[in-house]
C-alpha cells in the first residue's frame, strides 16, 4: 500500500538528480518541466499585471491620468491577450496539472514526456512573438480581435500578436492530447476512473476541451491575418463577408477557453477541500460527472457573447437558456465542497484560505454570470464594466486564487520546504480584501452605464474609479508577497515530511520532493479517493 | 523469448502492450484535433455556400474537374497501399511492406504535381485572390470569396500531405531495415491512420470545390 | 462618505426601464441570498467544526441522495425563472410597437449620424419627443460600432453591411447619454453624444427650426431621378424593373425560389450587388450595380422613399392597379417593419 523511500535514496530527489542548465532545458521530467512553465507563466503574470496597474492608474481621472488613448487601447489589449493566453490558460495545468497529474495517477511521467517538452517550447515561442509585438509597438484590437477592426482598419502588430497565440494554442493542444492518454492508459494498478481523485476528472475535462476547442482558435486567426496581409475578404462585409462569422468561430473557442481556465482551479479545490475537513468530498459522482458537464455544455453556449451583436431573437433564446443549463454544474460542485466541509474536520491552513475564499468569489462571480446570461439584462450590462467585474471574479477571485492556493498546497511536495505560514495567510487575506476592493465597486460602474475599453470616461464615474484602483494597488501587494516568500523559502525554509498536510492522494506517498521516477514501486490501490478511514493508521488519524 | 531491445520500451510505460495502446490513443486524439481545424474551415465555407449560392458555384466550375477526380483517385489508392504497407509488415514481409511505402509517396507527390499544376493554371487565368485576381460579372466579390476558401482550404490540406510524405518516408527507412515488423510497427501503424485521414479530407474537399459547378463548363 | 449614485440610476426614463430595474433588482436579491448563504455555511462549517485535535478523525459522511437532487432540482427552477423572465424582457426591448416612427444612424468612426424622416440631420444628438415610439434603424460605415443609451436600458451593435434596428420611448423629458459600446478604435471612448427627449411642444418647436432641406424621403425621390432608377423601375406598370408603389414590406418570390420580404435590408444589398436577388418574373443581370456610387447616407434616403410610394402613386402619374389614395400627392407613411433584421444568424 504504502511506498516509502529507502534512506539512502532520501537524500535524492528529481531536483538533484541532474545538475546544469541542459538539464532542465532539454528535460523530459514533468516535474521539471513544470517548474520550467511556472518560471515563465510567473514572468507573464507580472507583465500582465504590469498593464493593468497602468490601466486603473490611468483610469484615476476621467480624462485619463496617465496616458493618451492610443496607448491606453493597447494597454488593455495586451493585459487581454497575456493574461488569458500567456498565463491562465496555461497556469494551473501546465504547472500544477504537469507536476501532480501523473503522481496523482500512480504513473512515472506523462504518456508522451518529449511532447511536454515540445509543448513549453512552443509556449516560449509563442510568448516571444507576442511580446514581439508589444516592443514594436503593440497592438490596440482589444483581446478578441474583432472585424473587420482588426483586419481592415487596426494600426498596430495585429499579425504578430495572432501568430504568437496560434503558435501557443499548440502547447495547449498536445497537453490536452498527453493529459488524455495519460489519465486513459497509465493510472496505476487498481485505480479505477472511480478511483481517481476529483483533480484528475477536472484536468481530464479540460483537456478535452483543450483538444477540440483550441484548433477553432487556430483556424481563426489564421483566417484574420490572411484577410489582413492579403487584403482578401473573409469577414469583410465590402468584400461579402460577414464579421458576424468571425464573432462566432472567435467564441466557439473562447467560451470554452474559459473553462479552461476554471476547471483546474476547481481540480485544486477539490483537492484542498476534503484534505483540510479531512473528509471524502461530497457527492463524488456528481462532482465528477459535473466536470463532464461542464466541459460539454460549455461548447453550448458561445452566442451570449453577442446577445446585442445581431443575432436573431430565436438564436439569443436558445444560448440564453443553454447557459443557465451549464450553470447547474457549477452549482453542483459548490453546494458539494461546502457540504464536505459540513461535519468535518477543518483546518485553516493557506490552501484552505484560498480554497474557501475561490468558493466564495466563484459564487458571486456565477451568480452575476446568471444575470448576465438573462436576455433583458444583458442588453444594458453588456460591454460595461459589469461584465469586467464578472469576469474577473471568476478569473481572478477564481481561477488565480485557486492557482495560489494549489502552489501553497503543493509547495511541499515540489520543493521540499514548507512556505511561511503566517505570512502566507496574510498574503490571502491582503490578495482576497484587495480584490473585492478592485472588483466590486465595478458592478456598479456597470449597472450605472460605465462602459469597458474606454481610456476616458465621464465625470459621474470617477469616485468608483478611485476605490477601484486603490483596490488594484493592494491586490498588487498581495501578489508580490507570494513571489518573495515562496522564492525565500526554496532556499532557507523548513524541510518538509512527505505528507505535511496527511492527504491521500498517492503524490503523497513518496518523498518532498520525489525521487525523478516518482515512485520507487508501482503503486497499487485499493481505496477509494479521500478515504482517509482506509489509510488512517498510516495518516495517524482517529 | 523474442529480442526486445529495438521495442524501446520507453521508461514511463510498464509494459508494450501500454506503449502501444498508448501511442495509438495519442494519434487519435491529435486527428480528432486535425479534423477540429478543417471543420472550422468547413462550416466557415458552407456558411457563404449557403448564402451565396450562384457566387460559389460559379467559382466552382472554375475547377478544372477531371484534375480533381484524378487527384481523388491518386489519393485512395494511395490509402490502398498505405494499408497493404501496413498488412505486410504485421506478416512479417517488411520489404513488400517498405515498397508499398515507396509507392505511397509517389502517390502522395503525384497529387502534390497535379494540386500545384492546378495552383499555376489558376494563376494564369486570374483567379488567385491578391494576386491579379479578376472577376467581371456581379458578384465578383463572392467569388473571390470562393477562392480564397479555395486556397486557404487545399493548401491546408497539401501542407498536412506534405507533411505525411514525409512520416511515410521516415517510416520507408525502418521498414526496409526490417525495425519495423511483426512484433513492432505502432509507428506505421500511427503514420497510416494519419495518411487515411488526410485521404477523407480530401475526399470532403473534392465534395465541395468540384462537383457544385462541374455541370457548368 | 457621500455615495456616488448617479442621479440616472433612480429616475424612470424610458417605458422599458421600469421592467428592466425590477428584474435586474429582483437578481441582485436572488444572488446576494445565494451568495450569503454560501458564505455563511463556508464560516459555520470553518468554525464550528474546526480540528480540535491534530489527530482527530471525523465522521466521514456518506452521500445523502435527496439532498443532492434537492440543491440540482431549487436551483434550476431559480435558473428557469430568471431565463423567462429574462427573455420576456428582450422581447419588449427587441420589438417595436407598430406606430414606432423611424430614425436613420449611421455610425463611422467616430462619430453618430443621425437622419430623421423629416429631413434633419443631426451630429452625436438625437431630439425625440416624449411619449413617441422611436424605431432606430442603424449602419456603419466601418468597423462594428454599439448605440448605448445607459438610461434607457437599450443597447444594439451597428453593423457594416446590414442594418440594425432598436427601439425606445421616452418618458420624462431630459438629456441622456449616449455612447459607443463595442471598441471601434483610438477614439472609441469620445464617440458619444445626447439624446433630447423634449415635450411634444418643443419638439414641435425644435423641428421648425430644423432647417431640413426637404424630408428624407425628398431627398431619396431627387436621387431616384438622379441616379436613373425611373428608367427601369416606372409607376405605370412594369417595366424592365418593378414597380416599386406598394412593394415595401410586400412579401415576394426571388428569382432562386427564396421567398423573402422586402426591408431595409433586402433593398439595400439588390441595390448594391442585385444579381442574386432579382424578382421572379425578371430579368436579372439588367440592373446595373450601385456599389461605390451610392454612400450609405443616400443608401438611407432612397429606401425612405421606396418605402413612402407605399400604395400612393407619386404626383401626376395614375397606376392602373392603383388603390387610389384620396389625396395624391399626400405621404402615407407605410410604418411596417419585417422586426429585427433578418441574416442575423
Known amino acids: 500500500m504504502a511506498t516509502h523511500m529507502l534512506p539512502e535514496t532520501a537524500a535524492r530527489n528529481y531536483l538533484n538528480e541532474e545538475d546544469g542548465i541542459f538539464s532542465w532545458l532539454l528535460t523530459t521530467d514533468h516535474k521539471r518541466i513544470a517548474l520550467l512553465y511556472t518560471f515563465s507563466i510567473t514572468l507573464l503574470f507580472f507583465l500582465g499585471g504590469a498593464f493593468a496597474v497602468l490601466m486603473r492608474l490611468n483610469l484615476l481621472s476621467p480624462h485619463g491620468a496617465i496616458v493618451g488613448l492610443e496607448t491606453y487601447n493597447k494597454l488593455f489589449t495586451m493585459h487581454g491577450v497575456i493574461m488569458v493566453w500567456f498565463f491562465l490558460i496555461p497556469s494551473i495545468p501546465n504547472t500544477i496539472g504537469n507536476f501532480v497529474l501523473p503522481m496523482a495517477v500512480g504513473a512515472k511521467d506523462l504518456a508522451f514526456p518529449k511532447l511536454n517538452l515540445l509543448s513549453w517550447y512552443l509556449f516560449m515561442l509563442g510568448a516571444f512573438v507576442a511580446i514581439y509585438s508589444i516592443f514594436r509597438g503593440g497592438v490596440d484590437t482589444g483581446w478578441t480581435f474583432y472585424t473587420p477592426l482588426s483586419t481592415t482598419y487596426a494600426m498596430g502588430y495585429v499579425v504578430s500578436a495572432a501568430m504568437g497565440v496560434f503558435i501557443s494554442g499548440f502547447s495547449s493542444i498536445l497537453t490536452g492530447l498527453n493529459f488524455m492518454v495519460t489519465i486513459h492508459r497509465m493510472r496505476a494498478p487498481g485505480m479505477t476512473w472511480f478511483r481517481m481523485p476529483i483533480f484528475c476528472w477536472s484536468m481530464y475535462a479540460t483537456s478535452v476541451i483543450f483538444v477540440l476547442a483550441t484548433p477553432i482558435l487556430a483556424i481563426t486567426l489564421i483566417l484574420i491575418c490572411i484577410e489582413r496581409v492579403f487584403r482578401v475578404g473573409v469577414f469583410d462585409p465590402a468584400l461579402g463577408g460577414d464579421p458576424l462569422l468571425f464573432q462566432h468561430m472567435f467564441w466557439f473557442y473562447s467560451h470554452p477557453a474559459v473553462y479552461i481556465m476554471v476547471l483546474p482551479a476547481m481540480a485544486v479545490v477539490s483537492e484542498i477541500i476534503p484534505t483540510f475537513s479531512r473528509k471524502p468530498i461530497f457527492g463524488y459522482k456528481a462532482v465528477a460527472f459535473s466536470s463532464l458537464g461542464i466541459a460539454f455544455l460549455g461548447f453550448l453556449v458561445w452566442g451570449h457573447h453577442m446577445f446585442v451583436a445581431g443575432i436573431s431573437v430565436y438564436s439569443a433564446l436558445a444560448f440564453s437558456f443553454l447557459s443557465y443549463a451549464v450553470a447547474v454544474p457549477s452549482a453542483i460542485k459548490v453546494f458539494n465542497w461546502t457540504a464536505t466541509m459540513y461535519h468535518g474536520s477543518v483546518s485553516l491552513e493557506t490552501p484552505m484560505l484560498y480554497a474557501i475564499g475561490f468558493i466564495g468569489l466563484f459564487t458571486i462571480g456565477g451568480m452575476t454570470g446568471l444575470m448576465l446570461a438573462a436576455l433583458g439584462i444583458d442588453v444594458h450590462v453588456t460591454d460595461t464594466y459589469f461584465v469586467v467585474a464578472h469576469f474577473h471574479y471568476i478569473m481572478v477571485g477564481g481561477a488565480v486564487m485557486g492557482f495560489l492556493g494549489g502552489i501553497h498546497f503543493w509547495w511541499p511536495k515540489i520543493s521540499g520546504k514548507m512556505y511561511p505560514e503566517f505570512l502566507a495567510k496574510l498574503s490571502a487575506l491582503i490578495i482576497f480584501f484587495g480584490f473585492n476592493l478592485t472588483f466590486f465597486p465595478q458592478f456598479i460602474l456597470g449597472y450605472m452605464g460605465m462602459n469597458r475599453r474606454y481610456g476616458s470616461y465621464a465625470p459621474e464615474f470617477q469616485n468608483l474609479n478611485v476605490l477601484s484602483t486603490a483596490g488594484a494597488s493592494i491586490l498588487g501587494v498581495g501578489y508580490i508577497l507570494p513571489l518573495c516568500y515562496l522564492i525565500w523559502s526554496w532556499k532557507y525554509g523548513p524541510v518538509a515530511p512527505p505528507n505535511p498536510w496527511r492527504a491521500t492522494g498517492l503524490e503523497w506517498k513518496t518523498n518532498s520532493p520525489p525521487p525523478k521516477h516518482n515512485f520507487d514501486e508501482t503503486p497499487l490501490v485499493t481505496w477509494k479517493a479521500y478515504e482517509f478511514e482506509a489509510q488512517k493508521e498510516e495518516l495517524n488519524l482517529g | ?217 | 462618505m457621500r455615495l456616488p449614485i448617479h442621479p440616472d440610476l433612480l429616475a424612470m426614463q424610458s417605458t422599458v426601464r421600469p421592467e428592466y430595474d425590477r428584474f435586474f433588482w429582483i437578481c441582485v436579491i436572488i444572488c446576494t441570498t445565494v451568495a450569503t448563504a454560501i458564505a455563511f455555511f463556508l464560516i459555520y462549517s470553518a468554525w464550528h467544526y474546526r480540528r480540535r485535535n491534530a489527530n482527530e478523525l471525523p465522521s466521514q459522511l456518506d452521500v445523502k441522495v435527496p439532498a443532492e437532487a434537492l440543491w440540482i432540482g431549487i436551483p434550476f427552477l431559480i435558473f428557469l425563472g430568471m431565463f423567462f423572465y429574462g427573455a420576456k424582457l428582450y422581447f419588449d426591448i427587441e420589438r417595436p410597437p407598430d406606430n414606432a416612427e423611424t430614425v436613420y444612424v449611421e455610425a463611422k468612426q467616430w462619430m453618430w449620424k443621425v437622419q430623421h424622416p423629416n429631413g434633419i440631420r443631426e451630429i452625436n444628438a438625437l431630439h425625440v419627443p416624449v411619449g413617441q415610439a422611436i424605431r432606430l434603424k442603424m449602419i456603419s460605415q466601418d468597423v462594428i460600432h454599439s448605440f448605448y443609451v445607459p438610461a434607457f436600458r437599450i443597447k444594439q451593435d451597428v453593423l457594416p453591411g446590414r442594418y440594425t434596428t432598436i427601439w425606445f420611448e421616452a418618458d420624462k423629458p431630459g438629456t441622456y447619454h449616449l455612447f459607443c459600446a463595442e471598441y471601434c478604435g483610438l477614439n472609441h471612448s469620445q464617440m458619444k453624444g445626447w439624446i433630447y427627449a423634449l415635450s411634444p411642444g418643443d419638439y414641435a418647436r425644435w423641428v421648425q427650426q430644423g432647417g431640413a432641406e426637404g424630408s428624407l424621403a425628398d431627398t431619396g425621390e431627387k436621387l431616384f431621378h438622379q441616379f436613373a432608377c425611373s428608367n427601369c423601375h416606372h409607376f405605370a406598370g412594369h417595366g424592365p424593373g418593378p414597380n416599386l408603389v406598394g412593394l415595401y414590406g410586400s412579401t415576394v418570390q426571388l428569382q432562386n425560389g427564396q421567398t423573402i420580404v422586402v426591408d431595409d435590408d433586402y433593398l439595400r444589398r439588390h441595390i448594391l450587388t442585385p444579381s442574386g436577388l432579382t424578382v421572379e418574373g425578371f430579368h436579372s443581370s439588367i440592373m446595373p450595380t450601385y456599389q461605390g456610387q451610392l454612400t450609405e447616407d443616400q443608401l438611407i434616403a432612397l429606401i425612405a422613399y421606396i418605402q413612402a410610394l407605399g400604395n400612393r402613386t407619386p404626383e401626376g402619374v395614375m397606376a392602373p392597379d392603383a388603390q387610389g389614395s384620396p389625396n395624391p400627392g399626400e405621404h402615407q407613411r407605410e410604418s411596417r417593419s419585417a422586426g429585427k433584421s433578418p441574416g442575423g444568424f
Open chain 2, 1 to 217: 523469448m523474442a529480442d526486445t531491445s529495438h521495442l524501446e520500451l520507453r521508461e514511463q510505460f510498464s509494459t508494450p502492450e501500454q506503449q502501444r495502446e498508448s501511442a495509438i490513443s495519442g494519434m487519435w486524439i491529435f486527428i480528432v484535433t486535425e479534423l477540429m481545424l478543417f471543420g472550422g474551415l468547413f462550416v466557415a465555407f458552407t456558411v457563404y455556400r449557403l448564402r451565396y449560392p450562384a457566387a460559389f458555384t460559379r467559382g466552382s466550375s472554375e475547377m478544372e474537374y477531371w484534375m480533381g477526380a484524378l487527384n481523388t483517385g491518386i489519393l485512395i489508392s494511395s490509402s490502398l497501399t498505405m494499408s497493404l504497407a501496413e498488412y505486410f509488415v504485421a506478416q512479417n514481409k517488411s520489404m513488400r511492406g517498405a515498397i508499398l511505402l515507396l509507392v505511397t509517396i509517389l502517390l502522395g507527390a503525384a497529387f502534390l504535381g497535379i494540386k500545384f499544376t492546378e495552383y499555376y493554371l489558376h494563376f494564369h487565368d486570374h483567379k488567385m485572390p491578391a494576386f491579379g485576381f479578376e472577376e467581371t460579372g456581379p458578384f465578383a466579390p463572392q467569388v473571390q470569396l470562393f477562392f480564397v476558401f479555395y486556397y486557404v482550404m487545399t493548401g491546408l490540406h497539401s501542407l498536412h500531405l506534405l507533411i505525411g510524405i514525409g512520416l511515410v518516408f521516415f517510416m520507408f527507412v525502418p521498414t526496409a531495415l526490417r525495425s519495423l515488423n511483426a512484433e513492432y510497427h505502432t509507428p506505421l501503424d500511427n503514420t497510416s491512420l494519419y495518411w487515411h485521414f488526410i485521404d477523407v479530407i480530401w475526399v470532403f474537399l473534392f465534395a465541395i470545390f468540384y462537383i457544385p459547378g462541374a455541370h457548368i463548363r
